[in-house]
């Protein structure tokens, strides 16, 4: 069975940080690049940041460019985002997608189109992240 499962959501004040983890399980997790997107409170879900498992590539949104980053550990099949210095308009749903770039074709494709969530194959459940003022 495929799972992703996001975990270490919480609520925070402005300014802290947290870190988020996207565990992979059924699947060959090094040759999926992992994409993190948010959901706002009545908005769509939209791409956060992108990481590329083969080069450590990051390829942030500008929302978050200078706070978030992303790495992985590759022997636990796991991503992490962290995020620093939150802020209120960062309260969102969380979600990790997996997206298949076992070939170079696949990998130039994603990299120019990761925000676009119909490139993946899976997704996690998500997890709460709530920054107060």
């Known amino acids: 069975e495929v799972q992703l499962v996001e975990t270490g959501g919480g609520s925070v004040q402005a300014g802290e940080s947290l870190t988020l983890s996207c565990a992979g399980s059924g699947f060959t997790f090094g040759d999926y690049a992992i994409g993190w997107f948010r959901r706002a409170p009545g908005k769509d879900r939209v791409g956060v940041l992108f990481?590329?498992?083969?080069?450590?590539?990051?390829y942030p949104d500008r929302s978050v460019l200078g706070r978030f980053s992303a790495s992985a550990d590759r022997t636990e099949n796991i991503v992490y985002l962290r995020m620093n210095n939150l802020n209120p308009e960062d309260t969102a749903v969380y979600f990790c997608g997996a997206a298949y770039f076992g070939t170079s074709e696949k990998r130039r494709r994603l990299i120019n189109r990761w925000a676009d969530t119909n490139e993946y194959d899976y997704w996690g459940q998500g997890t709460q992240v709530t920054v107060s003022s």
């Open positions: 990481f590329d498992p083969h080069d450590g590539g990051l």
